[in-house]
């Protein structure tokens, strides 16, 4: 789950650069080192339909790209996780994807711009170290490293199973109707008659 957990948020950082939430602070507001680091490598976000924009009030502004650096620290950490873990080397892939996850959450949480609560530490801060104390002292009562080895061709033989594919049918369309709609933004279709070629 630490290793989905990592591709869901890495992966799913690419729809926050999309709609331009989860923005970072200003670089121009940011400590020098991170401006040197990400003079050429910022963000900026044009479009009144952006999170950005509208909650922040920062469109056309250089910020730090943290959704992109999320992006891809998560990614690669999860397919470092994979490794480990068709390696069964179970505890070292939770602690790896669980650590480097929740530590960033808690350390980029402070390279944020947009509202995540009151106060200089969030609850989100709070639950990531949390979750990774949680982590790590649940190897001690769990026979992890007694679990029989990985294997991808079991694991692609269950997924194929046809009860299973219909269940992730079921899944994405439940998810994709409740999801899929934006409870934020709002669209209109007009229709009108063009009497100069009736």
Not at 6 to 13: D, K, P, Q, T, W
Not at 45 to 68: D, R, S
Request: net charge positive; charged share 10%; aromatic share 12%.
């Amino acid at each position: 789950m630490s290793i989905a957990y990592a591709f869901g948020e890495g992966l799913g950082r690419l729809a926050c650069i999309s709609f331009g939430c989860c923005y970072g602070k200003p670089l121009a507001q940011s400590p020098a080192l991170l401006q040197r680091l990400f003079r050429n490598r910022h963000f900026v976000f044009h479009g009144p339909l952006k999170k950005i924009a509208y909650a922040g009030n920062m469109a056309g502004e250089k910020v730090v790209p943290i959704q992109a650096v999320t992006a891809l620290l998560y990614t690669a950490v999860g397919l470092m996780g994979v490794l480990l873990f068709l390696n069964n080397a179970y505890s070292p892939a939770l602690l790896l994807t669980l650590g480097v996850t929740q530590l960033w959450r808690a350390l980029s949480e402070t390279l944020r711009a947009d509202y995540r609560g009151a106060g200089k530490v969030s609850a989100y801060q709070v639950f990531a170290v949390l979750s990774v104390i949680y982590g790590a002292g649940m190897l001690v009562f769990l026979p992890v490293d007694e679990l029989p080895q990985a294997s991808l061709l079991k694991g692609f033989e269950t997924l194929w199973h046809p009860g299973m594919v219909l269940f992730l049918i079921g899944l994405w369309l439940v998810t994709f109707l409740y999801y899929g709609r934006s409870l934020v933004t709002g669209s209109r279709l007009s229709l009108y008659i063009c009497h100069d070629r009736i």
